[in-house]
């Protein structure tokens, strides 16, 4: 993201969030010098994806740079929240050009360590167990190690479970019913990835020092039962992950 920050200074003051989604992601927020909604260019590494162009809407630009057969950077520029008025594209090129003259210079420079005691320390892949993947009926195929470790997926039958890592504020009844789960704290919550069939556990694994920002483990079971059929097995598993926490 850094690359881009310069480039995108023409629209607005520019703002630096390292706190949102997986820790492969970074933000810059744009506030705009017209006074229009806030936008929010969001720079994720991810595995290539040779058919994955980008994709353009009144409300999203996308752009994506293919870098090696390890790694691509996806960048999608959008409204923090409901808005109109900056051209999302042209904010989207320009964050494009800027991180393809980088990228161009050589390898990336090695990322600041992890605070001792991160989530991203963990491997997704290493936090679910064969027992308590058969006993909520997902077939285990093997799982692939997502990029860094930090998101995985199991299954290849009626149900499937996805693991990712995520950082934000789950903190009032919009993110679910709140429980607790041996020493940690989570919430469950009914079709919480949308489109039904699924249920949605977030496992608080702690909050950064001096904020109200947590590292978070989202754990979702899709099946073909209803969502709120699916909330137990995923507990279950959600209670997995967490003898597995350090």
């Known amino acids: 993201a850094l690359p881009a920050e310069k480039s995108l200074t023409r629209w607005g003051q520019v703002g630096l969030d390292k706190h949102s989604g997986n820790f492969n992601r970074c933000d810059l927020l744009i506030d705009p010098s017209n006074g229009s909604t806030t936008v929010d260019v969001v720079f994720e590494l991810v595995l290539p994806n040779p058919g994955n162009d980008g994709t353009v809407s009144s409300t999203e630009c996308d752009r994506n740079i293919p870098h090696s057969d390890q790694f691509a950077v996806d960048i999608t520029v959008k409204y923090q929240s409901d808005g109109t008025g900056s051209d999302l594209c042209q904010m989207a090129d320009a964050a494009k050009a800027a991180d393809v003259t980088a990228l161009d210079k050589g390898p990336l420079p090695p990322r600041t360590p992890f605070i001792a005691g991160s989530l991203a320390t963990h491997h997704a892949c290493e936090l679910l167990d064969t027992p308590a993947l058969t006993t909520a009926r997902v077939v285990d195929a093997t799982p692939p190690s997502q990029l860094w470790n930090w998101q995985c997926r199991w299954g290849d ?90």
Do not use: W
Not at 183 to 200: K, M, P, T
Not at 203 to 224: A, F, K, M, Q
């Open 157 to 246: 039958g009626d149900r499937t479970v996805n693991l990712r890592f995520d950082q934000g504020t789950p903190s009032s009844a919009n993110d679910g019913k709140l429980i607790s789960l041996d020493s940690r704290l989570a919430y469950v919550q009914a079709d919480g990835d949308g489109g039904g069939g699924n249920c949605l556990v977030q496992i608080v694994y702690r909050t950064l020092p001096g904020s109200d920002v947590s590292e978070l483990v989202h754990l979702v079971l899709n099946g073909t039962d209803s969502s709120e059929a699916l909330c137990a097995p995923a507990t279950q598993l959600a209670l997995d992950v967490v003898s597995h926490l350090r």
